[in-house]
């Protein structure tokens, strides 16, 4: 009786001893989608805001002097070409990547409809991490994260927006975000 009791008594404190050493261990943070966002777009709000990036093609250059964001100043030879001055609310609402005030409009031929410049919004937004799916483990102890990175258009005027969503505009890339534990929290290591 006496042996039973103590086998009791010492099998209780093996369970009790297992389940205080269970306790004591750490266990690894989950990291969600959500979280994974906040901290992607926390990257995101800690880098310089940049404007936009915009093609303006055949369509583009139509909605632009119909905004009055440029007018024709030169005609050539060519009918095909042209020059387009930047007009007062276009230099507030674009700027050129050359720097300049001249669109140098020249397409291969008349029927060219693909030629394209690229002109960059004047307002200066943060990028946005959207579509951010499940964390995936790496099996080194990282996980990885796929999401879209998106033009923030907040502050452009309408008629930039309309032409930024023309075909061949590229609004959002797929990246991919590696994330490692650091001190016992998740920390975003880099954005591919």
Not at 53 to 66: A, F, I
Not at 101 to 121: G, H, L, M, Q, S
Not at 177 to 186: E, H, I, M, P, S
Request: hydrophobic share 40%; glycine share 8%; proline share 6%.
């Amino acid at each position: 009786m006496k042996n039973a009791m103590t086998r009791k008594v010492f099998a209780g404190l093996v369970v009790l001893g297992a389940g205080l050493a269970l306790a004591g261990c750490k266990s690894t943070p989950a990291l969600s989608a959500d979280d994974a966002q906040r901290l992607i777009q926390a990257k995101y709000d800690q880098t310089p805001p940049s404007g936009a990036l915009v093609r303006v093609d055949d369509l583009g250059m139509r909605q632009g002097v119909t905004a009055k964001y440029w007018d024709r100043s030169k005609s050539y030879p060519v009918r095909w070409w042209a020059d387009f001055k930047l007009t007062p609310d276009g230099k507030k609402a674009l700027t050129l990547p050359n720097g300049g005030d001249t669109i140098e409009w020249r397409p291969a031929n008349a029927d060219d409809k693909t030629f394209a410049v690229n002109v960059t919004t004047v307002a200066m937004n943060h990028r946005k991490a959207r579509d951010v799916k499940d964390p995936e483990d790496q099996g080194d102890g990282t996980k990885t994260v796929e999401f879209n990175e998106a033009v923030d258009l907040t502050g452009v005027p309408a008629p930039l927006q309309d032409i930024a969503h023309d075909p061949g505009n590229q609004l959002s890339t797929h990246r991919t975000a590696t994330f490692a534990l650091q001190g016992g929290a998740w920390a975003l290591q880099s954005i591919n």
